[in-house]
T-cell receptor, first 117, second 111 residues
Framework: DTGVSQDPRHKITKRGQNVTFRCDPI?????LYWYRQTLGQGPEFLTY????????KSRLLSDRFSAERPKGSFSTLEIQRTEQGDSAMYLC???????????????FGPGTRLLVL | SQQGEEDPQALSIQEGENATMNCSYK?????LQWYRQNSGRGLVHLIL?????REKHSGRLRVTLDTSKKSSSLLITASRAADTASYFC???????????FGEGTQLTVNP
C-alpha cells in the first residue's frame, strides 16, 4: 500500500496524559498537512509542512500541540496534557511537489481517532 | 472556522436516482475540491475544479463552479448504495496551502 499511513488508528487516554501520533506520507510527497475532525463536522486545518519546514499553523494549534517533520519524511503530532475537548479524529494528508502530477490534490490517511477520558 | 457551507446537510434517495449537493464559500479561491468520507474513515478525493473552470466531469460525477456566486454543486448520477457516505467540499484560497472544508452532506442511497 503506497498511500498515506497513520499510527495508531485508535488511541484512548486519560485527561492530562501526553499522546503522539505518526504520519507517513506518500513517498516523494514533499508537503504534509494535519487536520482535526470532530463528530459531524468537516476537517479543520492544524498545520502544514513543506519538506521539514513548518510553514503554516492554525490558531487551533495551542501551546499544548506540537508537530515535527525532522527529515522531511514522516511527521509526528504531539498533544501534551490532553483535555476532553481534544477528542477527535486527527487526519494527515500529503501532497506532491509543485508541478508534479496531481500536485493540487491532498491525499488523506485513514486518521487516528483519539478519545480522552 | 468553516468557510464552506453544504446544502443539504442530509440527503436520502433511492438507488438509480441522481444526487445533488451544493456548497457555498466566502473568499477568493484558487480551486475547489470534493471529497468523500465513509463512516469513520479517511477522506477520498473525488474531483478538483479550478477557479477558471465552470464545469468538470469524472465518471458519474459532475461539478459546477460559479465564482460570481461563490458556489459549487456536485451531481452524482445513477446513484448506487455504495455511494452512501459524507461528501465535503473544500476550498483552497489564493494564498496559503491549506484546505478549508464545509460541514458536509450525509448522502444515503437506499437499495
Amino acid at each position: 500500500d503506497t498511500g498515506v499511513s497513520q499510527d495508531p488508528r485508535h488511541k484512548i487516554t486519560k485527561r492530562g496524559q501526553n499522546v503522539t501520533f505518526r504520519c507517513d506520507p506518500i513517498s516523494e510527497h514533499n508537503r504534509l498537512y494535519w487536520y482535526r475532525q470532530t463528530l459531524g463536522q468537516g476537517p479543520e486545518f492544524l498545520t502544514y509542512f513543506q519538506n521539514e519546514a513548518q510553514l503554516e499553523k492554525s490558531r487551533l494549534l495551542s501551546d499544548r500541540f506540537s508537530a515535527e517533520r525532522p527529515k522531511g519524511s514522516f511527521s509526528t503530532l504531539e498533544i501534551q496534557r490532553t483535555e476532553q475537548g481534544d477528542s477527535a479524529m486527527y487526519l494527515c494528508a500529503s501532497r506532491p511537489r509543485w508541478g508534479a502530477r496531481g500536485g493540487e490534490t491532498q491525499y488523506f490517511g485513514p486518521g487516528t481517532r483519539l478519545l480522552v477520558l | 472556522s468553516q468557510q464552506g457551507e453544504e446544502d443539504p446537510q442530509a440527503l436520502s434517495i433511492q438507488e438509480g436516482e441522481n444526487a445533488t449537493m451544493n456548497c457555498s464559500y466566502k473568499t477568493s479561491i484558487n480551486n475547489l475540491q470534493w471529497y468523500r468520507q465513509n463512516s469513520g474513515r479517511g477522506l477520498v478525493h473525488l474531483i478538483l475544479i479550478r477557479s477558471n473552470e465552470r464545469e468538470k466531469h469524472s465518471g458519474r460525477l459532475r461539478v459546477t463552479l460559479d465564482t460570481s456566486k461563490k458556489s459549487s454543486s456536485l451531481l452524482i448520477t445513477a446513484s448506487r448504495a455504495a455511494d452512501t457516505a459524507s461528501y465535503f467540499c473544500a476550498t483552497k484560497e489564493t494564498s496559503g496551502s491549506r484546505l478549508t472544508f464545509g460541514e458536509g452532506t450525509q448522502l444515503t442511497v437506499n437499495p
